[in-house]
C-alpha cells in the first residue's frame, strides 16, 4: 500500500526565514500530489495540486516540486510569516493501491515574530 | 459558493448508540471522501463515494461502519454500536472529478465524535 512520509516532523524558525518541507512516498503511480494546510481543530485547505506530468507549481509564496519516479515532493514557503503557523500534510493522489488521497503524518510549523 | 458542509461540529455518544455523520459536498462536486483523524495521529482513509456507489472502501473498518451518497441529499457516515476507541475527527472532503482529473480536495470542518 502507499505509503508517506515527511520530514521534519516539526521546525520552529524565525519570520522571515524561507524553508523546505519534504515529502516521500513509496508508490510512483500517482496521478497528483497535492500539499494542504490545517490549522488546530480546523479541516484542511488544499494550497497546491502538482500534476503527475508537471516538475512544479507555484502560488505566491509557495513553490512545490515533484519528482515522481523517485517519490518525493518538497514544498518551498519563502519570507515566512507568523500566518504560516500551521501542519503542512502532503496528499498523493491515487496509485496502484486505490482510489483514494494518502496522507502524510504532516509537518508541524511555527513562525516565530 | 458555500464549502463542504459537515453536522453536527460536535457529537456525544454512548458505548453503544450509533453516531450519524452527515456532509453536503460543495454545489457542483459528486465525489465525495470521508478521513478519521485520531488525537497527535494523521489522517486515515476511509472511504470514497460517487452518488449512489461506493468507489473505494479499502479503509473502512469491516463492522459497524457504513457510508453512503445517495441521489438526494447529504452524504452519509454511519457508526453503529459505538465504542470509545471511536472518538475521533472526522472529515469529509469532495471534489469535482476523480483523482485522474485533477480536481483539487476541499475539506469540512469536521465532526469531532465523542463516545463516552
Known amino acids: 500500500k502507499q505509503e508517506v512520509t515527511q520530514i521534519p516532523a516539526a521546525l520552529s524558525v524565525p519570520e522571515g526565514e524561507n524553508l523546505v518541507l519534504n515529502c516521500s512516498f513509496t508508490d510512483s503511480a500517482i496521478y497528483n500530489l497535492q500539499w494542504f494546510r490545517q490549522d488546530p481543530g480546523k479541516g484542511l485547505t488544499s494550497l497546491l495540486l502538482i500534476q503527475s506530468s508537471q516538475r512544479e507549481q507555484t502560488s505566491g509564496r509557495l513553490n512545490a516540486s515533484l519528482d515522481k519516479s523517485s517519490g518525493r515532493s518538497t514544498l518551498y514557503i519563502a519570507a515566512s510569516q507568523p500566518g504560516d503557523s500551521a501542519t503542512y500534510l502532503c496528499?498523493?493522489?491515487?496509485?496502484?493501491?486505490?482510489?483514494?488521497?494518502?496522507f502524510g503524518p504532516g509537518t508541524r510549523l511555527s513562525v516565530l515574530p | 459558493n458555500a464549502g463542504v458542509m459537515q453536522n453536527p461540529r460536535h457529537l456525544v455518544r454512548r458505548r453503544g448508540q450509533e453516531a450519524r455523520l452527515r456532509c453536503s459536498p460543495m454545489?457542483?462536486?459528486?465525489?465525495v471522501y470521508w478521513y478519521r483523524q485520531l488525537p497527535e495521529e494523521g489522517l486515515k482513509f476511509m472511504v470514497y463515494?460517487?452518488?449512489?456507489?461506493?468507489?473505494?472502501e479499502s479503509g473502512m473498518p469491516k463492522e459497524r461502519f457504513s457510508a453512503e451518497f445517495p441521489k438526494e441529499g447529504p452524504s452519509i457516515l454511519r457508526i453503529q454500536q459505538v465504542v470509545r476507541g471511536d472518538s475521533a475527527a472526522y472529515f469529509c472532503?469532495?471534489?469535482?472529478?476523480?483523482?485522474?482529473?485533477?480536481?483539487?480536495?476541499?475539506f469540512g470542518s469536521g465532526t469531532q465524535l465523542s463516545v463516552l
Open positions: 463515494l460517487q452518488k449512489e456507489n461506493i468507489i473505494d
Open positions: 472532503a469532495s471534489s469535482r472529478g476523480q483523482i485522474a482529473t485533477n480536481e483539487k480536495l476541499f
Open positions: 454545489k457542483g462536486h459528486s465525489h
Open positions: 496528499a498523493p493522489g491515487a496509485g496502484n493501491y486505490g482510489q483514494n488521497f494518502v
